[in-house]
């Protein structure tokens, strides 16, 4: 399939490799990916009718995501006013980029920076629709975090309407309660009309938020052993459910209560089987506590274990498992079918994450995985299992990492076996970071013998030679200037 590109506000654009199937799974629905390229083209030019046709196809589309980015993200970096407008009306969710990473915040902020007024008000009525957001509420939250309860008495009465709101990720104040582990103010939100139930950027409630462990990616006080706070977060998700938060079958499978998950069940068998709004299902939250009489249940019920959740594409039920060294559920989900080398976004997999958490304790697991044909992931071999690999053209070549991984462990007979493995690898280094692990000029020339372009844009619009000047690698832009076609400034 010949690559495509687009024009867009940084120049020419080139489709991803992965986006290049029928099958594209990013986020948690199965996309055509040359669809959703095709959107992410639209996006950035402005084609408004293109756009509408592709989602009146497939409205999911909307929310297709590469790289913590979505076709909103194109859209206000090419000032698309019209453009951010239809994908707003159709749905468009930055609050859905994994770990928040590129979410409503950092939209709204580049658009202000970049003096795009009439998009900047766009997002933030938005925000404000979708989960209240005020851009003074981080008076309030500052007072929580403070954990000063005068600061946040004054607050409450100078501007009591900041109450309701939340800030640009959608936190209200009891989501910020939970995250701090602050359960005395948590009623006395809740009197105030604080919403129980509200739902922040990335799909969260506060009880979800409790029964995850009350963390938050963007706040990590709370997670030194040395803090203040409150260190067994269980207490706030029943504190939250007395006060009427809503017990729904991923709280009650987290807490393992059993009665609650046969009852909610015996009155929609799909709950089993579905994820929550924070895109997370009943099964991972079961299997995440180690309970294993609700893993058999949701599993008997149909549910998928590798069904695509929130950060992991291939499932995350047994990755949780792993993370506990359950090795009871973990033995369950595997006999019913999960994928052993299924992982999460940035944090290992099922194979290397128990050993992460367990050390020693954890072997008797990993040889289970071990037994379903887990392997150890490239980027946790060195140098003479990775062209062991390549030798065998064992499955970890298809490792999404393995490229990288290689290209950092470079030696002559190593890049000749990537090489001559797989005639894709050029273009594949043409358009990605891979090569700026390399500084030796005898490796680098090995690869421009083979005709490798270094004026081929990414799907940014970027060539790697500007990667290399804005990184800083000098001795691979000094071969790629002097042996590249054209050199662009």
């Not at 009309?193 to 706040?219: C, E, H, K, M, N």
């Not at 071990?370 to 003479?384: G, K, T």
């Amino acid at each position: 399939m010949a690559a495509e590109k687009s024009k867009s506000a940084t120049g020419f654009c080139e489709q991803p490799l992965e986006m290049r199937t029928h099958n594209y799974v990013y986020g948690v629905d199965a996309l055509d990916g040359n669809d959703a390229w095709s959107l992410f083209e639209a996006a950035g030019q402005g084609d408004v009718d293109r756009a509408k046709k592709l989602l009146d196809n497939d409205p999911r589309l909307v929310n297709a995501q590469y790289w913590y980015q979505f076709p909103l993200h194109r859209a206000v970096e090419a000032g698309r006013t019209e453009m951010v407008c239809l994908l707003l009306d159709r749905g468009a969710d930055p609050g859905q980029s994994r770990y928040t990473y590129n979410s409503w915040d950092k939209l709204l902020r580049s658009a202000q920076a970049n003096g795009q007024q009439e998009i900047a008000t766009l997002l933030s009525s938005a925000m404000r629709h979708r989960f209240n957001f005020d851009d003074g509420f981080n008076c309030l939250k500052d007072a929580i975090i403070s954990r000063d309860s005068a600061s946040i008495e004054r607050v409450i009465r100078e501007s009591p309407g900041l109450t309701k709101a939340s800030d640009a990720l959608g936190n209200n104040a009891i989501h910020w309660c939970v995250i701090t582990r602050q359960i005395n103010w948590i009623s006395r939100f809740v009197e105030l009309g604080t919403p129980i139930d509200g739902l922040r950027a990335d799909g969260q409630s506060p009880v979800l938020l409790a029964v995850s462990g009350a963390t938050d990616y963007w706040y990590r006080e709370t997670r030194h052993r040395e803090h203040s706070s409150m260190r067994n977060t269980s207490v706030l998700a029943g504190f939250l459910l007395a006060l009427g938060a809503d017990y729904s079958i991923s709280v009650a499978a987290a807490i393992g209560d059993s009665e609650r998950v046969e009852q909610l069940i015996k009155i929609d068998r799909t709950l089993a089987q579905n994820r929550d709004s924070a895109r997370i299902t009943p099964l991972t939250r079961a299997a995440r506590s180690g309970y294993l009489h609700i893993v058999k249940l949701l599993i008997d019920n149909g549910a998928d274990p590798n069904l695509p959740e929130e950060c992991a594409p291939e499932g995350r039920a047994l990755y949780e498992a792993c993370c506990g060294n359950h090795l009871s559920v973990a033995r369950l989900l595997l006999e019913r079918g999960a994928n052993p080398n299924a992982g999460v976004d940035s944090c290992e997999c099922c194979l290397t994450i128990a050993e992460v958490c367990h050390g020693d304790q954890a072997k008797p697991l990993q040889e289970l995985l071990l037994q379903y044909e887990a392997y150890v992931p490239p980027y946790r071999m060195n140098r003479e299992q990775l062209k062991a690999a390549l030798l065998n053209q064992a499955p970890v070549v298809r490792h999404d990492e393995f490229l990288r991984c290689a290209m950092q462990n470079c030696d002559v007979e190593l890049l000749d076996l990537l090489l001559s493995s797989d005639r894709t690898v050029i273009s594949q280094l043409e358009v990605g970071d891979e090569l700026t692990f390399l500084n030796d000029r005898d490796l680098i020339a090995r690869v421009l013998s083979r005709g490798f372009d270094g004026t081929r844009r990414d799907w940014q619009g970027k060539t790697l030679i500007e990667k290399c000047r804005e990184g800083g690698h000098e001795t691979l832009l000094q071969c790629l200037t002097g042996n590249s076609r054209q050199d662009t400034a």
